[in-house]
T-cell receptor
Framework: DARVTQTPRHKVTEMGQEVTMRCQPI?????VFWYRQTMMQGLELLAY????????DSGMPKDRFSAEMPDATLATLKIQPSEPRDSAVYFC???????????FGDGTRLSIL | QKEVEQDPGPLSVPEGAIVSLNCTYS??????FMWYRQYSRKGPELLMY????GNKEDGRFTAQVDKSSKYISLFIRDSQPSDSATYLC?????????FGAGTILRVKS
């Protein structure tokens, strides 16, 4: 059963440190999404890629967040410098095409002290 | 007003009960409707995916869409403790899914 794989599953670090989260989308999926989930805001879209090209990153704080897809099997989300308000669960999802169901990984639980 | 409204609950029911989960939406551009289930410390998993108005059934789950009222529902028959999770409705636009806040469901044995 194909799954989206995210690493690490948990990350605890101090404010100001760089954080890198990785995602392996389902093979053959050409759309990749990064979401952030908090109790207060629910699921928020941070960035969206189609065929490895970034199409929408309007949900990301540009000064500290960056998202890339160096190849079709790897998507990364970086935070530099990290802040306590970045503490959340970050999900990666992939899909076959626009408007179709997305398949989620189990997330990276990030805590910034 | 949010594009998708969903009562966050929590909703607590006894085992065997029929559960009704609901979302309302305001954007007429929504044509497809999805329900995701999210267990604690897991990612959302797709439960139901429907397009047209009417009912779609899958085992104990029935998704209902009323486009004229902009209202969708998920019914769970014979609810089980293993159904305890957060249920999120979601509606796709060309480059994103718009999620409801999620309803926390607890089924007591």
């Amino acid at each position: 059963d194909a799954r989206v794989t995210q690493t690490p599953r948990h990350k605890v670090t101090e404010m100001g440190q760089e954080v890198t989260m990785r995602c392996q989308p389902i093979l053959g999926h050409n759309t990749v999404f990064w979401y952030r989930q908090t109790m207060m805001q629910g699921l928020e879209l941070l960035a969206y890629f189609r065929n490895r090209a970034p199409l929408d990153d309007s949900g990301m704080p540009k000064d500290r967040f960056s998202a890339e897809m160096p190849d079709a099997t790897l998507a990364t989300l970086k935070i530099q410098p990290s802040e306590p308000r970045d503490s959340a669960v970050y999900f990666c999802a992939s899909g076959l095409e626009d408007g179709q169901p997305q398949h989620f990984g189990d997330g990276t639980r990030l805590s910034i002290l | 007003q949010k594009e998708v409204e969903q009562d966050p609950g929590p909703l607590s029911v006894p085992e065997g009960a029929i559960v009704s989960l609901n979302c309302t939406y305001s954007n007429s551009a929504f044509q497809y409707f999805m329900w995701y289930r999210q267990y604690s410390r897991k990612g959302p998993e797709l439960l139901m995916y429907t397009y047209s108005s009417g009912n779609k059934e899958d085992g104990r789950f029935t998704a209902q869409v009323d486009k004229s009222s902009k209202y969708i529902s998920l019914f769970i028959r014979d609810s089980q403790p293993s159904d305890s999770a957060t249920y999120l409705c979601a509606m796709p636009l060309p480059n994103k899914l718009v999620f409801g806040a999620g309803t926390i469901l607890r089924v007591k044995s």
